[in-house]
């Protein structure tokens, strides 16, 4: 297991377009954490998923935006219309479900929408 | 919200100790302090955790004050490679990881 990969690493679109992104967690690990960071900022969480049920998502995630993790393992973020703001880089995590378990981040997807 | 303070910058000389302060003065007695930094254009990468003993593994060393308000992260030989953003933070039970802004660390020669 190589760790958590997403896919693309960079992604530029054109304002109104959709995206989607994916993440392929490290296989044994049942939480899967999406994150959204902007320049001089920590990451914000979005949302999370424990096997394929969506748990918890921030009141940041628009109607716009759309997570799936469907047989709980990779998951896709998808962000409709996209809107100049919505550059950022985009976190995936995942996890062990316990307190004792740190995260493990990927290196994350680069958008610029234009 | 993040739950902890952070000074925002700080700078060290390569091959001495690195020394990051953290405040959680709100913290719960079930709650776990976190280190991650992240390097330019990476994703945040674990270093350590602990509850209320001091922590050691092969990257750094966790001080927890005893009543548990504040901690230090203790890089005991900063190298170059180390210039990092460093984030603390409290985690309670399985809750997701709130970042802060974190404190960027310089390393120089």
Same mark, same amino acid.
Not at chain 1, 32 to 47: D, S
Not at chain 1, 92 to 101: G, K, P, T
Not at chain 2, 58 to 78: C, F, G, Y
């Given at each position: 297991?190589?760790?958590?990969?997403?896919?693309?690493?960079?992604? #530029?679109?054109?304002?109104?377009?959709?995206?989607?992104?994916?993440?392929?967690? #490290?296989?044994?690990?049942?939480?899967?954490?999406?994150?959204?960071?902007?320049?001089?900022?920590?990451?914000?969480?979005?949302?999370?998923?424990?096997?394929?049920?969506?748990?918890?998502?921030?009141?940041?995630?628009?109607?716009?935006?759309?997570?799936?993790?469907?047989?709980?393992?990779?998951?896709?973020?998808? #962000?409709?219309?996209?809107?100049?703001?919505?550059?950022?880089?985009?976190?995936?995590?995942?996890?062990?479900?316990?307190?004792?378990?740190?995260?493990?981040?990927?290196?994350?997807?680069?958008?610029?929408?234009? | 919200?993040?739950?902890?303070?952070?000074?925002?910058?700080?700078?060290?000389?390569?091959?001495?100790?690195?020394?990051?302060?953290?405040?959680?003065?709100?913290?719960?007695?079930?709650?776990?302090? &976190?280190? &991650?930094?992240?390097?330019?254009?990476?994703?945040?990468?674990?270093?350590?955790?602990?509850?209320? @003993? @001091?922590?050691? @593994?092969?990257?750094?060393?966790?001080?927890?004050?005893?009543?548990?308000?504040?901690?230090?992260?203790?890089?005991?030989?900063?190298?170059?490679?180390?210039?990092?953003?460093?984030?603390?933070?409290?985690?309670? @039970?399985?809750?997701?990881?709130?970042?802060?802004?974190?404190?960027?660390?310089?390393?120089?020669?």
């Amino acid at each position: 297991d190589t760790g958590v990969s997403q896919n693309p690493r960079h992604k #530029i679109t054109k304002r109104g377009q959709n995206v989607t992104f994916r993440c392929d967690p #490290i296989s044994e690990h049942n939480r899967l954490y999406w994150y959204r960071q902007t320049l001089g900022q920590g990451p914000e969480f979005l949302t999370y998923f424990q096997n394929e049920a969506q748990l918890e998502k921030s009141r940041l995630l628009s109607d716009r935006f759309s997570a799936e993790r469907p047989k709980g393992s990779f998951s896709t973020l998808e #962000i409709q219309r996209t809107e100049q703001g919505d550059s950022a880089m985009y976190l995936c995590a995942s996890s062990l479900a316990s307190v004792n378990y740190g995260y493990t981040f990927g290196s994350g997807t680069r958008l610029t929408v234009v | 919200d993040a739950k902890t303070t952070q000074p925002p910058s700080m700078d060290c000389a390569e091959g001495r100790a690195a020394n990051l302060p953290c405040n959680h003065s709100t913290i719960s007695g079930n709650e776990y302090v &976190y280190w &991650y930094r992240q390097i330019h254009s990476q994703g945040p990468q674990y270093i350590i955790h602990g509850l209320k @003993n @001091n922590e050691t @593994n092969e990257m750094a060393s966790l001080i927890i004050t005893e009543d548990r308000k504040s901690s230090t992260l203790i890089l005991p030989h900063a190298t170059l490679r180390d210039t990092a953003v460093y984030y603390c933070i409290v985690r309670e @039970n399985t809750d997701k990881l709130i970042f802060g802004t974190g404190t960027r660390l310089q390393v120089f020669p």
